[in-house]
Every structure is written in structure tokens, then in C-alpha cells.
């Protein structure tokens, strides 16, 4: 799974699995072009991009303004004359609400987050798409997610974004695909991180439990009883970015250590 010369476009690359994603496409070679809301959270990616031997151009980006949307991919185009892959993994990080409790201000939250998850990208396939066609060739990866097919009570606002996008690569699969431009989407579970640690936490504490005990839990709900690293899903991104799945496309490959099987 090499990307030498290829250009990545990656939204959402601040933190957790974007940044893993950035520095795992620098290390098989590509050009990274790193979207974030906040130009500061680029500062780590774009180091780590630059250790693993890569070059990575930082553009401060709120994906779901169209005309950020564009300028983001103009400037990839103005700095390397040439997108290979677009990542969609651009997603806001909010606390869980119930519907029904939801105030001004938490139904504000929702409507940006449902907003980058589908209205974003959207807006980043549109403005990266005509330089693909113009190539005839190109690959778009969606990050969705286990909570694109099913709902969670307290999580409308994931999974009605997550959905937006999973549905969003299906449809472009079939608009691109003669032009020779793959979609697929990667849909992970939970991701062993620090944010997940402190959710977990949380519920530690909420529960009466140990942290150990919740973990234990959580990760028995898995097939694999683990869960997954971001390392693992990028893996996921990165094979079907790659020539390696030269002959997939409208696809969803699931990273969940076994948590939901979809048929």
C-alpha cells in the first residue's frame, strides 16, 4: 500500500484517527493536504507528516462552508497539480443528549454536527470530483461508523451524520464510477484512545465500577474481546485508497473488533 506522488486530501486530520491517518499516508509516501476547523490542531499532523519524510501543507478549513470547501481543494490543486484520495473524516466531538431534554443550545450542537458529517462531505467530493474526473482516476474514503446503521440513545446527532456520509459514498460510487473513481466507506466501532478512556471513565464512576471493569465490559461485547486501535482502522482507509482495491467501490468495511455484524 504505497501513495509515492499521491496526493491525500484528509479532512478532519487535527486529531485522533486523522492525525493517524496523516502520518500513515506520509509514511507510504503521499502528499498530505490537512483540513481542520482550528489551524492550531494541524501542528501536530503536520510535524508528524514531516518526520515520517512526507510533506504536509496545513489549510484551516470549516468543510461544511462551500466556499472553504473549495478553496481547500484549489489549494491542494495550486500546491501539487494533482488529488489522488480524498479521506471525509471530518466529524464534531459532542457530549450525548436524549432528544427529548435537548435545549437551544444542544439542538444548535446537533444541527452543526449533522451538518459536517453529511453537508461536509458532501461539499469536499464536490470540489475534489471534477479534478478526479479531469484525471480519470481517484479514490474518495468516507469515515462512517457502526452507529450509521443503528441507533444509540443519546447519539441521534452521530448517527443521523454518520448515515448522511455512509449513504453519500453510495451514491457517489455509482456518479464517479465511470470515470474511474472508487467510493468506499470504512465504518469503525469504539477506538481505544485517551477520549474513549475518559468516557469510560465516566461511566466508571456513573456506575459505581472500576475503569477495569468497565473496559472489561465493553471489550467482551467484541468478538475479538479487544477493541480496535486507530492504527487498525487506517489500515482499513489506507487498503481501500490503494490499487489494492482496485475493484472495489460502493463498499463498507466495518473495523469493530466484532462489536455489530452487518449483513
Keep these: 500500500m504505497r501513495f509515492d506522488g499521491q496526493t491525500v486530501v ?13 502520518r500513515r499516508f506520509a509514511e507510504a509516501g503521499g ?12 501542528d501536530g499532523p503536520v510535524a508528524a507528516v514531516q518526520a515520517a519524510g512526507g510533506v504536509a501543507l496545513a489549510v484551516e478549513t470549516d468543510i461544511a462552508d462551500p466556499d472553504a470547501a473549495e478553496r481547500l481543494a484549489e489549494t491542494a490543486m495550486a500546491r501539487f497539480g494533482r488529488i489522488d484520495i480524498l479521506v471525509n473524516a ?22 452543526r454536527t449533522v451538518e459536517v458529517g453529511g453537508y461536509g462531505t458532501l461539499l469536499a467530493s464536490r470540489f475534489v470530483a471534477p479534478h478526479m474526473i479531469a484525471a480519470g482516476r481517484g479514490s474518495i474514503v468516507n469515515i462512517t461508523s457502526m452507529s450509521s446503521r443503528a441507533g444509540y440513545a443519546g447519539r441521534s446527532d452521530y448517527g443521523a451524520g454518520k448515515a ?7 451514491v457517489l ?22 477520549k474513549l478512556d475518559a468516557f469510560y471513565r465516566g461511566l466508571a464512576v456513573r456506575e459505581g465500577k472500576s475503569f477495569e471493569q468497565v473496559l472489561a465490559e465493553h471489550s467482551a461485547e467484541m468478538a475479538l474481546r479487544r477493541i480496535v486501535t486507530n492504527d487498525e482502522v487506517a489500515n482499513a482507509v489506507l487498503f481501500l485508497a490503494s490499487d489494492l ?19
Design 31 to 42: 502528499n498530505l493536504v490537512l483540513a481542520a476547523r482550528t489551524a492550531g490542531s494541524l
Design 164 to 170: 448522511q456520509a455512509h449513504l453519500i459514498a453510495h
Design 10 to 22: 484528509l479532512s478532519g486530520a487535527g486529531q485522533g484517527l486523522g492525525a493517524t491517518l496523516a
Design 90 to 111: 471530518a466529524f464534531p466531538n459532542q457530549p450525548r443528549a436524549s432528544v427529548a431534554e435537548m435545549d437551544r443550545a444542544a439542538l444548535e450542537r446537533w444541527r
Design 245 to 263: 482495491a482496485s475493484g472495489i467501490t460502493g463498499a463498507v468495511l466495518d473495523v469493530n473488533a466484532g462489536h455489530r455484524f452487518a449483513p
Design 173 to 194: 460510487a455509482d456518479e464517479l464510477g465511470p470515470h474511474g473513481i472508487r467510493v468506499n466507506s470504512v465504518a469503525p466501532g469504539h477506538i481505544r484512545s485517551d
